[in-house]
């Protein structure tokens, strides 16, 4: 069955977020972990570990499901949490235009939860056969 372009746009659109996100912000954290303890802010107080611990479980173990179109919807979840705390908790002064980097995955992580991964993902199979259910996916 021809894949439609709507397809192929979701896998751009997964493939390509991730990859943004896990380069300027989740390897980043992973490969400086112990200067990252050092600067991380710590809205909720939960301690430098766990709060760079959260950001980096949402930002380099999420994308990888989301690249896949294994579990999309669900993996989006951390990320929107990371990004949300981060605009109304940590950087509530920013401008648009100061945290447009921030709205820009936003709205690409919002559009996969809301669409889910599309028919080039693994959860449907590649092949056509529904391998997940459509909510989950």
């Known amino acids: 069955m021809p894949r439609s372009s709507t397809d192929w746009a979701l896998l751009y659109l997964r493939v390509s977020g991730c990859l943004l996100l896990l380069w300027v912000h989740g390897l980043p954290k992973l490969l400086n972990f112990s200067h990252e303890l050092t600067v991380i802010e710590d809205p909720f107080h939960l301690g430098a570990v766990p709060t760079l611990s959260l950001a980096i479980f949402a930002e380099v173990l999420c ?75």
Request: proline content about 8%.
């Open 63 to 137: 994308p990888v499901p989301i690249i896949l179109g294994v579990l999309t919807r669900l993996a989006c979840l951390p990320i929107l949490c990371v990004l949300l705390v981060s605009l109304v908790f940590v950087h509530p002064q920013w401008s648009v235009a100061e945290g447009q980097f921030a709205w820009l995955l936003l709205i690409i992580f919002v559009t996969l939860l809301i669409a889910g991964p599309g028919g080039l993902s693994v959860s449907n199979g590649l092949a056509g056969a529904r391998a997940t259910p459509a909510w989950l996916s």
